[in-house]
C-alpha cells in the first residue's frame, strides 16, 4: 500500500506531526537495516536519527516513495559511517560481549555476530563498505539493484557484482555451531503461537527487529511480522517441523508433498530472520526433512 499524502489544507503543525508518524511506522525497518550493516545498536540509533534529520529538513511532499527515500538515506549514512570506520581501522563490534530492542545494547550486537552469525561477522570484518552494503541491502532486505547502484555510486550491474562477491565470501565461512534442539523449541513455539492465532507469544519468540522476506516482499519488526503471521493461522493445521536444506525451519505439507517452507535464522532464543519459499520450483529444489 502506498503512502498516504496528507491533505495539504490542514496546517503546518499537524504536517510535522503526520511526517513524524510516517517515520516512525518505517523506523524498525530501518534500523533493522542499519543494525545489519553497522553490527553495532548504538550507531544504527544515530543513522536512523540521521535520517530523521535529514528527512525533516527536506520537501517531503515531493518524495513519492517515503520508505524507498528513507531506505536510500540510511543506506547512503550507513555507507559514510563504514568508510569513516574503515580509515581509522575501528572494529565494528565487540565480540566479547548480547539485535537491538529500543535502546543501545552491547548485548545484542554479541547476538548478532553469534547468529545472523559468521555470515555478518564475515561481512563486518572483511567486506568493502560497497560490498557489504550491496550484500545486506539486497540479500537480507531484497532492495533492487538500481536503488542500491544509486546509494553507492555505481551501475547497476556493478552493485550486482558487488553482492555477488560478498556473498561468495559469506558462503565460504565456516559455519557455527548450532543448538538445533534450542532452535527446533523457539521454532515449535513460533507453529503453535500461529496456530492459535496468538499475536503475543509470536512476538515473545521473535526478534525485535525480526526479518521475513519471500520472493515477492520483505517484513521487518517483530509486530508486523507477528501480525502477518497470524493471517495464516488457517494454514498452520498442514504445516510441519522440519530441517530445510539441513536449516531449523517448518514446512507446508499438501498431498504429501512440501508447498511452502520457512527457514529461520536465530538469535539467541529468539527469530531473527525468517525466509520464505513459496515459488514450485524452488520449494521442489530444496532439500525438505520432516522432524
Known amino acids: 500500500m502506498g503512502d498516504f499524502e496528507f491533505p495539504r489544507q490542514f496546517p503546518r503543525r499537524q504536517d510535522g506531526e503526520f511526517l513524524a508518524a510516517r517515520f516512525e511506522s518505517h523506523r524498525p525497518r530501518l534500523r533493522a537495516v542499519a543494525h545489519r550493516m553497522l553490527g553495532s545498536a548504538a550507531e544504527a540509533d544515530d543513522a536512523v536519527q540521521e535520517a530523521w534529520f535529514r528527512l525533516s529538513r527536506a520537501d517531503a511532499d515531493k518524495v513519492e516513495n517515503l520508505g524507498g527515500w528513507l531506505t536510500t538515506v540510511v543506506g547512503r549514512v550507513c555507507l559514510d559511517m563504514l568508510r569513516s570506520r574503515k580509515s581509522r581501522a575501528e572494529e565494528p563490534l565487540d565480540i566479547g560481549t548480547p539485535v537491538p530492542a529500543t535502546a543501545p545494547d552491547p548485548e545484542q550486537d554479541a547476538l548478532l555476530a553469534d547468529s545472523v552469525g559468521v555470515a555478518l561477522l564475515v561481512v ?3 567486506l568493502t563498505p560497497a560490498e557489504r552494503l550491496a550484500f545486506v541491502l539486497h ?4 532492495v533492487p539493484f538500481e536503488e542500491i547502484a544509486s546509494i553507492v555510486g555505481r551501475t547497476p550491474t556493478a552493485a550486482r557484482q558487488l553482492a555477488s562477491r560478498a556473498r561468495r565470501r559469506v558462503q565460504g565461512a565456516p559455519a557455527p555451531d548450532a543448538d538445533l534442539v534450542r ?3 523457539v521454532a515449535d513455539a513460533f507453529l503453535a503461537a500461529v496456530r492459535e492465532g496468538d499475536f503475543d507469544a509470536l512476538v515473545k519468540v521473535l526478534d525485535p527487529d525480526v526479518v521475513a522476506r519471500s520472493e515477492g516482499a520483505v517484513t521487518a519488526g517483530a509486530a508486523a511480522v507477528a501480525t502477518g503471521a497470524t493471517s495464516f493461522a488457517h494454514f498452520a493445521a498442514l504445516a510441519r517441523p522440519a ?3 539441513g536449516a531449523t525451519g517448518i514446512a507446508l505439507i499438501v498431498d504429501g508433498r512440501p508447498e511452502r517452507t520457512l527457514t529461520f535464522t536465530f538469535v539467541g532464543d529468539r527469530i531473527a530472520v525468517i525466509d520464505i519459499v ?3 520450483e ?5 532439500d525438505v526433512q520432516l522432524v
Open 124 to 126: 563486518l570484518e572483511t
Open 139 to 142: 540479500d537480507l532486505f531484497a
Open 183 to 185: 532452535q527446533r523449541a
Open 243 to 245: 530441517l530445510v536444506d
Open 278 to 280: 513459496t515459488d514450485p
Open 282 to 286: 524452488k520449494v521442489a529444489s530444496l
